[in-house]
């Protein structure tokens, strides 16, 4: 599974999500509200781990810890432009910013993919306030980010 191509690392993450991260999972770090385990690989960043909420749909997800704004914003701008070069046209890029701090958030999906099958792949940008100084982490996400419908009874 280990590769430096990042366009081949995108593809397994994407067929990955059709089986619920199966073969990522390593061990299970437990978690009351989700499930949670750590990674086999870290196919982006460091600290990768799968998680679930209700045991329904199943996240990739990495974190980098950037020692300065300037290096995150390298890193946040890397991340997305490799993920455009990678998956190409089909998808769409919808950039914002985050609704509770001052960070940014990029996320592309294929709106040609049926509900239940549409993955997402996300960064984010964050600042995180220490006593003495400002950390920035970098969040790479893959999962759908539909939420589940409810049946009518």
């Known amino acids: 599974m280990p590769t430096t191509n990042p366009c081949t690392k995108l593809e397994q993450l994407k067929n990955a999500y059709y089986d619920d991260f199966k073969q990522l999972k390593e061990v299970k770090v437990g978690g009351r509200a989700s499930n949670i385990w750590k990674a086999k690989y870290h ?7 799968v998680f679930s909420w209700g045991g329904k749909q199943h996240t990739y997800s990495c974190r980098l810890v950037a020692p300065n704004e300037e290096t995150a914003q390298n890193y946040y701008r890397s991340a997305k432009r490799i993920t455009k070069q990678c998956l190409g046209d089909e998808w769409q890029l919808e950039e914002s910013n985050r609704r509770h701090d001052d960070g940014m958030k990029a996320s592309f999906t294929n709106n040609k993919a049926k509900p239940s099958e ?3 792949f996300s960064t984010h940008l964050v600042p995180t306030s220490g006593l003495f100084s400002t950390t920035w982490t970098i969040y790479y996400y893959v999962g759908n980010s539909t939420k589940p419908k409810h049946k009518k009874h």
Do not use: I, S
């Open 43 to 49: 196919l982006f960043g460091e600290n990768c781990q």
């Open 118 to 120: 549409q993955v997402t």
